[in-house]
């Protein structure tokens, strides 16, 4: 689950992690009265989209009197933004942070993210702050600073401070990018985030060391012990159907392609869109079913899948383990009974009962497509859409 950057900040204050003094606004007089409570002389009026590069795509600007935070609001708010995050639809910004002007030195990133392949979290921190973490990567991986954190232990005070000294730090830039750096994996472990990227991380002329930006993402599977978290997701930042999706139990990421893709199993869902791609087709979805496929999660994905103009055809993969490919069958005889699918069909079901499931198919008086390999659906659905 994703979360805009001033809620972001807030949960960062909570565990005493440097953040600059800001508020959300919903409208340009709203703004001007948090610029007001802030005081001072400079004031940042930043839109808040659920996307990076919102800079570079005119939702970031510095305003140098009431008057211009009253403008430039009304400049942001209602535009629709568009990054290369957000694809050429852009996103509508419904919502500002007003937040004071710090007198920035030095500008530089810090990351935290789980190591898949070990298993722990790892810290990474660069010089290189403003630029997005893959391309340092790319251009510049010597520059990337990493700390791998044992679980059982956690952070400790030396990783801390060998971050800080990589980082070229000294004196009290170096104290306060130590303190920075615990408290920030404080945060990320307390949440159970699966995220913190602080990017720019700012170190100001007088020493301090703060989140300049921050992007907070969260386990999914983990909210359950978070109702505060949850009550942060933005719906109007979210994709309509992966909502609806989740109101389902089913996982569902659109893409931008035809096809549309239902499979059980997330692992052979990636298998069938890439099987897809290399029979010259574009999947339209990632969308996993899961293990117990019935006639009401086959009507729901068919629904879902449907409401995407772009599908021309729809393949089925199903796996036959815990479920059986002959309940699965009927599942899809029956929902394309009820919701009368127009578009070509193609099914590859394996495993347990396929046979029976074959046979269901092909008795049912409806348009399927049977494929007996997975090569063999990914090469009938293509040849549909020519």
Known sequence: ???????????????????????????????????????????VVKAQIHAGGRGKGG??????????????????????????????EGRLVKRLLIEQGVNIEKELYVGITLDR???????????????????????SPE???????????????????????????????????????SALYQAYEATDASLAEINPLVVTKEGDVMALDAKMNFDDNALFRHPEIVELRDLDEEEPLEIEAT??????????????????GAGLAMG??????????????FLDVGGTANKETVASGFKIILSDPNVKAILINIFGGIVRCDRV???????????????????????????????????SGLNFEVAGSLKDAAEKVTSVLN
């Open 143 to 181: 520059k990337i600073i990493k700390e791998t954190i044992d679980p059982e232990v956690g952070m400790q005070a030396y990783q801390a401070r060998k971050l800080a000294f990589g980082l070229g730090l000294k004196d009290l830039q170096y104290k306060n990018a130590v303190k920075f750096l």
């Open 247 to 264: 109101k389902h139990n089913l996982n569902y990421i659109k893409l931008d392609g035809n096809v549309g893709c239902m499979v059980n």
């Open 329 to 363: 069958a009927q599942g899809v005889i029956d929902a394309v009974n009820e919701i009368k699918v127009g578009i070509p069909i193609i099914i590859r079901l394996e495993g347990t009962n396929a046979k029976e499931a074959g046979e269901l198919l092909q008795n």
């Open 1 to 43: 689950m994703k979360i805009h950057e001033y809620q972001a900040k807030e949960i960062l204050r909570k565990y005493n992690v440097a953040v600059p003094n800001g508020k959300v606004a919903f409208s340009s007089d709203e703004a001007v009265e948090v610029a007001k409570g802030i005081g001072g002389e400079l004031w």
């Open 59 to 88: 939702g970031v600007k510095v305003a140098k009197s009431l008057d211009e935070v009253r403008e430039l609001s009304g400049e942001i708010l209602g535009m629709r933004l568009i990054t290369h995050q957000t694809g050429p």
């Open 272 to 285: 069938t869109m890439d099987i897809i791609k290399l029979a010259g087709g574009e999947p339209a979805n």
């Open 117 to 139: 392949a070990q298993s722990k979290n790892v810290i990474m921190v660069s010089t290189e702050g403003g630029m997005e973490i893959e391309k340092i990567a790319a251009e």
